[in-house]
């Protein structure tokens, strides 16, 4: 590299620098060939302490190189992201092109297999040169320039002052810094072979911008492998190094600069005997043009990435980035360090993410949620995650990965899956999906999902809601459902399949409300961004908000037998070196126990089971839960089956326009998604509930037949059950005396279940073991839907215009159940008999629609 001329009217300060610096400069050549005695003989008697100061020690470094990120397709790693400080990839010496090596010497340093380390010459020529005589000329061997290269790099790489000071002295000519780069270049000559330190250097010089190394460069410049570089080429890319700035091929203004150089560098490598005249001319004759060039895009970081997992690699970023483990960092004891790792590079990270699957769900989400939506701010995630690793296997949504800061409407560089720390997201509120929690803290609690509740709308007065970690005093509240439906009494499963806010509340108003938050953190729920806001309309998901990968976490805890797992993208890291690092294993622990998820596990299923539109086919089981939020601005289906767990958010990205038109699109995508990932992660099955979880708080109903109504009501009233009496009905007991109840003797009720009594009219029943061999008989209808029921009895030969209803409210759960008959089942009937069915109603009375 040439130094700064002096201009003339410093001639005597550059006369004495020159003196000094040549006196140091010829000990240090000396020391090449007679070490010991030149170190004696300047110390004895040169008077020159600089010397002294000098550094002894120089080795070649190991440079930054690109980070790769690798997903899986079929199972097998398939590389969708790399990102890096410096574009560089490092060749071995045998995948280097000899025309690259010989450009180089042959440009730079035709003496550099003479000399060792300092070239004597060029260190004289470059002083006179100082001293204005003869044309300007540098004293840099390759060895001094790799020198030099190294002690930038590595320095302008690190965000220390000191080291940053160190990155500018390197740009700067001094006597010096050029006597310190002669002495640690004889330190590298003597260390290493040739071949080693031109490897080194054609690994470590800048081809303009960001573009370091010989491989990158050719990539770069000319779409190809530097083990393909034709002489032209080569000795192009060459030209470049000595000045990448004004000669890089990035730039077409750069090109006629870049020719002159190459030139001379063809030139010079016939003359030495490397290309022969053929080859020089053939050469010179290609001119430094676009049609030589072949500009390749840069390929750094996400947004380069393969195309549906980009916001999977951001993730990926920031995991490496903010996560640690045993409160390391995960390639580096504190940030600096692991940031320094970081740009350092050649790391391979080996990810969980399903490309297949994260293609297909991509495809669905862009065919239902475009991203060039212009009527809203239109928004649309979903995570999908293993059943009992917590592995990351789809992560998309519908806008474009972009981290410009200017960017299209299209394009966003928040991801909507994660939480702040990993996404820059604020996250949605949760609307109903959040109503799981109350579910599984009332389980927790020991109460019963089959219980009876009071479903009916009332406004709850001040300090109804407990929360003892806050101490909250409730306010006054008036909680709504859906489209202001009304419910009388259900069972929180039936309150878990008609999403019933008041149903909802009542649960709540039981339990404490931090115990709720504080189980949804268990399972792998956490506020987006900061705390929780705990107060009485959080329990149906007004209060903070929520990630879909959130969401899924805790569906997979369900799933899991209460096991959660938490989410996981990286499963390996390899350094350069071949060694692996430990990225973060899986971390799982017990949320809720096995019974208290067996129970969620029956309730969600049947959820899915009455909700169809979310059930995807097949035979594999469902749990699921919808969400929705005031004005229907975001919505939500959250499910898993025993493999999967999947988390669709569809929704307002800001604002709140309504997508009561569009409510549905969530289904469609929570389908096709659920369905995508059952194929692909097939087989499972849920647990067998619980039985003592199941009933809870419940117990057995009294049998009180054959007692006198009044001894009946009595009986069960003093248990604490609230007591209805029907009309009378045929049976076997004496008149006025107890026939049944509904719910029967022996069903799982708490105190809070009506129970009805059905007294006996004193007319017999027609007894079945008296009719005659091959008699029509009277099917069982109970328990079925009135519907079924009349097409039941249509098939045992009966006719279904001459089935009689008598109404009766029995709770939401029971809505257009037949709970009695009469005749009895199994007792002789004639064609044209008619039969009366006890049917359940509500709160109205009369047929609600069966």
């Known amino acids: 590299m040439a130094a700064s001329r002096h201009k003339p009217g410093s001639l005597l300060g550059s006369l004495l620098g020159l003196i000094g610096f040549s006196a140091i400069a010829g000990i240090l050549v000396s020391a090449t060939l007679t070490p010991a005695l030149a170190v004696a003989s300047s110390t004895a008697n040169s008077g020159l302490d600089i010397f002294e100061s000098l ?4 080795q070649i470094t190991q440079q930054a190189e690109r980070n790769r990120i690798y997903g899986l397709r079929d199972g097998q790693p398939v590389e969708i992201a790399q990102f890096y400080s410096q574009d560089r990839q490092v060749l071995q010496w045998q995948q280097v092109p000899r025309t690259a090596v010989d450009a180089l010497v042959a440009g730079e340093d035709r003496r550099y297999y003479s000399h060792s380390g300092v070239d004597a010459p060029s260190v004289v ?17 390759l060895t001094m320039q790799l020198v030099r290269q190294q002690i930038a790099i590595d320095a302008c790489l690190s965000d220390d002052e000191e080291a940053q000071a160190v990155c500018d002295q ?14 640690l270049a004889i330190s590298l000559e003597q260390r290493y072979t040739k071949n080693e330190i031109l490897l080194a250097y054609l ?21 190809k492998p530097a083990a393909e570089l034709s002489v032209a080429e080569s000795a192009a890319l060459i030209a470049t190094v000595q000045n990448p700035s004004i000669r890089n091929l990035f730039n077409a203004d750069n090109f006629a600069r870049n020719q002159e150089r190459r030139d001379f560098i063809i030139r010079n490598m016939a003359s030495e005997g490397f290309i022969t005249a053929e080859e020089r001319d053939a050469a010179l004759a290609t001119p430094v043009d676009e049609s030589f060039v072949n500009i390749q895009p840069p390929n750094n970081g996400c947004i380069a990435g393969y195309d549906s997992a980009r916001f999977f690699c951001d993730y990926v970023q920031r995991v490496l980035a903010v996560d640690t483990i045993d409160g390391n960092h995960i390639l580096g004891a504190t940030p600096e360090d692991n940031a320094r790792a970081l740009a350092q590079g050649g790391y391979q990270i080996f990810t969980s993410i399903d490309l297949d699957l994260n293609d297909s769900v991509q495809a669905t989400v862009d065919a239902q949620v475009p991203n060039d939506e212009t009527r809203w701010q239109s928004g649309a995630a979903v995570t999908q995650l293993e059943v009992g690793t917590g592995r990351i296997l789809t992560m998309v949504q519908n806008k474009d990965y972009d981290n410009r800061t200017e960017h299209a409407p299209t394009g966003t560089a928040v991801n909507f899956n994660a939480d702040f720390e990993h996404g820059r997201s604020s996250g949605f509120q949760p609307g ?3 109503k799981i929690f109350t579910l599984a803290q009332w389980i927790i609690d020991g109460h019963s999902v089959n219980q009876q509740l009071d479903a009916t709308r009332e406004e709850w007065p001040r300090g109804s809601f407990r929360a003892e970690c806050t101490g909250l005093v409730s306010e006054p509240w008036d909680p709504q459902n859906n489209e202001g439906n009304e419910y009388s009494r259900m069972t929180p499963t039936e309150i878990m399949v008609n999403s019933v806010n008041t149903g909802v509340v009542r649960m709540a108003s039981e339990l404490d409300l931090c115990d709720i938050h504080d189980t949804a953190e268990r399972m792998g729920t956490f506020p987006a961004n900061g705390d929780w806001q705990i107060f009485a309309p959080a329990v149906i998901g007004s209060g903070s908000t929520v990630t879909p990968m959130g969401m899924a976490s805790a569906f997979a805890t369900i799933a899991n037998g209460g096991i959660y797992c938490k989410p996981i993208a990286i499963d390996r890291i390899v350094a350069r070196d071949g060694s692996e690092v430990q990225p973060p294993g899986q971390d799982c622990q017990e949320a809720i126990s096995p019974e208290v998820a067996s129970v969620m596990q029956s309730v969600l299923t049947t959820v899915t089971e009455r909700n169809p539109i979310n059930n995807p086919p097949g035979s594999t089981p469902v749990i699921s839960k919808t969400g929705t939020t005031n004005g229907v601005v975001q919505t939500w289906v959250n499910g898993s089956s025993p493999t999967v767990a999947t988390a669709v958010w569809v929704g307002n990205i800001v604002g709140n326009y309504s997508l009561q038109p569009r409510w549905n699109v969530r289904s469609t995508i929570f389908r096709a998604a659920m369905g995508e990932a059952i194929a692909r992660y097939p087989g499972g099955q849920f647990l067998t509930p619980d039985a003592d979880t199941l009933r809870g708080n ?17 009986t069960l009233e003093a248990a604490g059950f609230t007591v209805q009496v029907a009309g009378p009905v045929e049976g076997t007991q004496a008149e006025g005396t107890v026939e049944y109840t509904a719910p029967g003797a022996g069903a799982l009720v708490t105190t809070t279940t009506p129970i009805i009594i059905y ?20 099917p069982n209808v109970v328990a079925q839907s009135l519907a079924d029921a009349k097409a039941t009895l249509a098939d045992a030969g009966f006719d279904p215009a001459l089935v009689q209803v008598t109404w009766q409210d029995h ?7 037949v709970l009695a008959q009469n005749p009895l089942a199994g007792s002789p009937g004639e064609p044209t008999d008619p039969v009366s069915l006890v049917v359940g109603t509500n709160a109205s009375g009369g047929d609600p629609g069966c």
Request: one cysteine or more; aromatic letters at 8%; charged letters at 15%.
């Open 55 to 58: 550094p002894t020690y120089s």
């Open 125 to 141: 020529r470059a002083g006179l040169s100082q001293l204005g005589f003869g044309g300007e000329s540098g004293a840099s061997t």
């Open 170 to 183: 390197q740009y700067t000519e001094s006597y010096q810094r050029k006597l310190a780069e002669m002495r």
């Open 203 to 223: 690994n470590i010089a800048n081809f303009g911008g960001n573009v370091y190394g010989i491989e990158s460069g050719a990539q770069r410049i000319f779409g």
């Open 432 to 434: 109903s999906g959040f």
């Open 698 to 714: 419940a117990g057995e109903l009294p049998d009180v037949s054959g007692q006198s109504v009044a001894d009946a009501q009595a």
């Open 759 to 778: 007294p006996s009219s004193g007319a017999p029943a027609a007894d079945p073991s008296q009719a005659p061999e091959g008699a029509q008989t009277w």
């Open 811 to 817: 709770g939401e759960s029971n809505l257009c159940t």
